[in-house]
């Protein structure tokens, strides 16, 4: 998709705009799964990652229930806006489901999240659930 070919764009113009050992800690929400080459990015944001950096990186688990995500929320607010804003969610995530199953998307596991850090060079790795136990959260450093 776009996102793929911005990251080949950049790959080609040495990769992301900034130099090694730039930052002290990354955070990288539920964006690997929509990407062709995950790797390519791992390996950019652990050369932009100083010594001993943290990074943070999530990703729905495969096949994750979002419907318990739905529940969870709507149990807690009364709010007929965010109640509407959550029954759009839950919709949209009904797609996202299905385009899942269709291949477009890669879900990662914590041990297939922990293999990519790995793979990537990072260390002190760690992985927990989180987001109504249907996502993935690992940390590593550099």
Same mark, same amino acid.
Do not use: H, M
């Given at each position: ?52 950096? /943290? ?11 979002? &419907? $318990?995500? =739905? !529940?969870? +929320?709507? %149990? ?11 029954? /759009? ?11 899942? &199953? $269709?291949? =477009? !998307?890669? +879900?990662? %596991? ?33």
């Amino acid at each position: 998709g776009d996102l793929d070919n911005l990251w080949d764009s950049a790959r080609s113009n040495s990769g992301i705009y900034f130099g090694n050992n730039t930052f002290d800690k990354i955070c990288c929400s539920l964006l690997i799964s929509y990407l062709k080459t995950p790797q390519f990015l791992l390996k950019e944001f652990f050369r932009v990652l100083k010594p001993n950096g /943290k990074i943070i990186i999530s990703s729905l688990k495969p096949y994750a229930d979002l &419907s $318990q995500i =739905y !529940y969870n +929320f709507t %149990s807690q607010t009364k709010n007929r806006r965010e109640l509407e804003r959550a029954r /759009k969610l839950l919709s949209d995530a009904g797609i996202i489901k299905q385009k899942e &199953s $269709q291949g =477009y !998307y890669q +879900f990662y %596991s914590e041990k297939e999240l922990i293999q990519l850090l790995k793979k990537t060079s990072f260390k002190n790795i760690k992985c927990y659930r989180a987001f109504g136990n249907q996502a993935n959260i690992a940390f590593a450093s550099k």
